[in-house]
């Protein structure tokens, strides 16, 4: 996959949780118009969507939960056959390595987002900076 695949996508959404689907939307359709990928497509599509859809639940619901007038800032950005989603929040920020494995048999239980994060995506790295908190999911697409 290189040049006209290339895919660069910068978007910025009020904090609220009614553009989850907009935002999965758009990541699945990206997936689906990358024509030169080997993969199932719809496969990718659907996990893209989902670990955008749990990121952001994260940066909504736990870096400023309430605060409508701040914004979460997604990056989608595919070269060669590198994909590279950042989410970026404004909030306290969390450890990443700290969230433990979650309790399928406890429907309570929180933890389930980070953990499909991490089985679908081959890294996973969350880092404060001075204009916020950085989630970034990295996926070879080989």
Same mark, same amino acid.
């Given at each position: 996959?290189? =040049?006209?695949?290339?895919? @660069? *996508? #910068?978007?910025?959404?009020? +904090?609220?949780?009614?553009?989850?689907?907009?935002?999965? @939307?758009?990541?699945?359709?990206?997936?689906?118009?990358?024509?030169?990928y080997r993969g199932d497509r719809d496969a990718l599509g659907y996990n893209m969507n989902l670990v955008l859809? %749990?990121?952001?639940? +994260?940066?909504?619901?736990?870096?400023? &939960?309430? %605060?409508?007038? !701040?914004?979460?800032? *997604?990056?989608?950005?595919? %070269?060669?056959?590198?994909?590279?989603?950042?989410?970026? #929040?404004?909030?306290?920020?969390?450890?990443?390595?700290?969230? &433990?494995? &979650? #309790?399928?048999?406890?429907?309570?239980?929180?933890? /389930? =987002?980070?953990?499909?994060?991490?089985?679908?995506?081959?890294?996973?790295?969350? /880092? /404060?900076?001075?204009? =916020? @908190?950085?989630? %970034?999911? /990295?996926? !070879?697409?080989?």
């Amino acid at each position: 996959m290189h =040049g006209e695949t290339d895919v @660069n *996508v #910068d978007i910025v959404v009020p +904090n609220q949780t009614r553009y989850l689907g907009l935002i999965g @939307n758009i990541a699945e359709q990206i997936a689906r118009e990358l024509v030169d990928y080997r993969g199932d497509r719809d496969a990718l599509g659907y996990n893209m969507n989902l670990v955008l859809t %749990e990121a952001m639940v +994260n940066a909504i619901e736990h870096a400023t &939960p309430g %605060e409508t007038d !701040k914004t979460v800032r *997604v990056w989608i950005h595919i %070269e060669d056959e590198d994909l590279c989603i950042r989410v970026y #929040d404004h909030g306290q920020g969390f450890d990443l390595e700290s969230v &433990p494995m &979650p #309790d399928f048999d406890d429907p309570g239980e929180h933890g /389930r =987002g980070i953990f499909f994060i991490r089985k679908l995506m081959d890294s996973v790295t969350y /880092r /404060r900076t001075e204009s =916020g @908190n950085v989630l %970034e999911m /990295r996926k !070879k697409l080989a």
